[in-house]
T-cell receptor, first 116, second 115 residues
Framework: AQKITQTQPGMFVQEKEAVTLDCTYD???????LFWYKQPSSGEMIFLIY??????QNATEGRYSLNFQKARKSANLVISASQLGDSAMYFC?????????????FGQGTTLQVKP | GAVVSQHPSWVICKSGTSVKIECRSL??????MFWYRQFPKQSLMLMAT?????????EQGVEKDKFLINHASLTLSTLTVTSAHPEDSSFYIC???????????FGPGTRLTVL
């Protein structure tokens, strides 16, 4: 069974600094996809970044990058130059298999607060 | 990106009544939709996978007779909470996947409060 673990319930970061949100996963599949979502207080789920298990390069999307360490089974999210609007809950998620039919399973989430 | 809508955005009902939540994919067809439940400050828990034209697949521990899911068309899935009780109060979020690509799009969620 797949499992996603986020060990940081809450994090603080100073505005304009970088922050790393941790995520580890456990799966017996060789093919899987890793996702990060942001959930502000409004409740909507905002897709941030995706990393496939066979992708050799770390994924990047603007200020977001995914530090993918396959041997350690970790997929940490790095947010550079934090902004006040980055304050939200962040979820790591995994989907086994690379097709579109697998279930997306979420970690416990990390609440990030950006300080001015 | 693709848009998923949910209706209603919030609902308050009396214990014992049934509540229907609609999930629509507005600009794409979704053969598969997912229903999640989220308690405050907690993670999204997958309840069921809804497939157009067939029965939903429920996760372990989710009562299929209590949470009725219907996916009658490629753009609409509904979740009906039958005989709702206060412990069913939660944030319900649907999600849909486009046929090509990895991204999974989420609706804005429905906050259910059962009195």
């Amino acid at each position: 069974a797949q499992k996603i673990t986020q060990t940081q319930p809450g994090m603080f970061v100073q505005e304009k600094e970088a922050v790393t949100l941790d995520c580890t996963y456990d799966t017996s599949d060789q093919s899987y996809g890793l996702f990060w979502y942001k959930q502000p207080s409004s409740g909507e789920m905002i897709f941030l970044i995706y990393q496939g298990s066979y992708d050799e390069q770390n994924a990047t999307e603007g200020r977001y990058s995914l530090n993918f360490q396959k041997a350690r089974k970790s997929a940490n999210l790095v947010i550079s130059a934090s902004q006040l609007g980055d304050s939200a809950m962040y979820f790591c998620a995994m989907r086994e298999g690379l097709s579109n039919t697998g279930k997306l399973i979420f970690g416990q989430g990390t609440t990030l607060q950006v300080k001015p | 990106g693709a848009v998923v809508s949910q209706h209603p955005s919030w609902v308050i009902c009396k214990s014992g009544t049934s509540v229907k939540i609609e999930c629509r994919s507005l600009d794409f067809q979704a053969t598969t939709m997912f229903w999640y439940r989220q308690f405050p400050k907690q993670s999204l828990m997958l309840m069921a996978t809804s497939n157009e034209g067939s029965k939903a697949t429920y996760e372990q521990g989710v009562e299929k007779d209590k949470f009725l899911i219907n996916h009658a068309s490629l753009t609409l899935s509904t979740l009906t909470v039958t005989s709702a009780h206060p412990e069913d109060s939660s944030f319900y979020i649907c999600s849909a996947r486009v046929s090509v690509g990895n991204e999974q799009f989420f609706g804005p969620g429905t906050r259910l409060t059962v009195l």
